[in-house]
């Protein structure tokens, strides 16, 4: 885990979720350090320009390192917008983990929509109930997922909510 990062956490091989690097050395030691192959960005332009920072100089920093990177920029605090942009978010992830990439999902600081987003493609693409999902990503990461939005989304995708009791038929 690079040390530079603050709230990196690698759930598994393929996935890893925290906050957004910050300063060039962040960048190389993600790569580098933590295998990290792509990166899915959550910042909007608010979180961006809030920092000093353009999407282009950040994704120019990504390249830099040999990182495949994707936005799909989701405003901070916004369950509204997040449900809006859920199923780009796991795209992108998607894709990358298809291509046989280690993705790297972040937003500011780790805690709301990169989690929420790793939780719903554990629950889409694995096929792990929601409940499941939830638990295996914050029992490996301290996060605050917008459990309302994934509840939503899960049921309009026809995807379980909760894991089968033991014993029930």
């Known amino acids: 885990m690079p040390p530079v990062v603050e709230h ?3 759930l598994d091989g393929a996935l890893c979720v925290g906050s957004h690097p910050h300063a ?21 332009d608010e979180d961006l320009a809030s920092r000093g920072l353009s999407w282009n100089l950040v994704w120019q920093l990504w390249t830099r390192v040999g990182v495949a990177a994707t936005r799909v920029p989701i405003s901070d605090f916004d369950p509204v917008d997040l449900a809006r942009r859920l199923d780009g978010g796991v795209a992108a992830v998607a ?7 280690r993705v ?9 929509r990169s989690p929420s987003v790793a939780i719903a493609f554990v629950a889409l693409h694995r096929g792990v109930p929601l409940d499941l999902a939830t638990t295996w990503v914050m029992e490996r990461h301290r996060a605050m997922p917008y459990q309302d939005v994934l509840v939503r989304w899960a049921r309009d995708r026809g995807l379980p909510l909760r894991a089968p009791e033991p014993g029930a038929r």
Not at 25 to 39: I, K, N, P, Y
Not at 95 to 101: C, I, L, N, S, Y
Not at 104 to 112: P, V
């Open 104 to 112: 790297f999902i972040h937003c500011n600081a780790g805690l709301n």
């Open 8 to 10: 990196f956490t690698a």
């Open 95 to 101: 894709a990358h983990v298809d291509a046989g990439r």
């Open 24 to 44: 060039p050395e962040h960048f190389t030691a993600l790569a580098r350090d933590a295998g990290v192959q792509a990166v899915v960005s959550l910042q909007s």
